[in-house]
Nanobody, 127 residues
């Protein structure tokens, strides 16, 4: 059973930056698409960013475009989410996820397209 370990969450003031990391427990994620989602209290889980297995395809949710950057280092078996110009409304639990399908050139934006999830890491942005 593959597990995803997230790190890098924390508290930051508005305008600040954080970098989240996600590392699977097994080296099996190289050809899987990876995604970041977030969920704020009382809200539905929201797509933040996704990246294809080979890294060529990237997509962002509208609310984070221009501020967040997703990347992956397959040699290190890690996917990252660089978050800049953070806003109070970015406050949420952030989840890393691995796609159901093992296809290197595909990208997914819907939560149901992912079947392995991390435990989540809290990001809190204050004024």
């Amino acid at each position: 059973q593959v597990q995803l370990d997230e790190s890098g969450g924390g508290s930051v003031q508005a305008g600040g930056s954080l970098r989240l990391s996600c590392t699977p427990s097994k080296r099996t994620f190289i050809t899987y698409a990876m995604g970041w989602f977030r969920q704020a209290p009382g809200k539905e889980r929201e797509f933040v960013a996704g990246i294809s297995g080979g890294g060529q395809l990237i997509e962002y949710g509208n609310s984070v475009k221009g501020r967040f950057t997703i990347s992956r280092d397959n040699a290190k078996n890690t996917v990252y989410l660089e978050m800049n110009s953070l806003k109070v409304e970015d406050t949420a639990i952030y989840y890393c996820a691995r796609s159901r399908l093992n296809t290197v050139a595909s990208l997914y934006t819907e939560a149901q397209q992912y079947d392995v999830w991390g435990q989540g890491t809290q990001v809190t942005v204050s004024t």
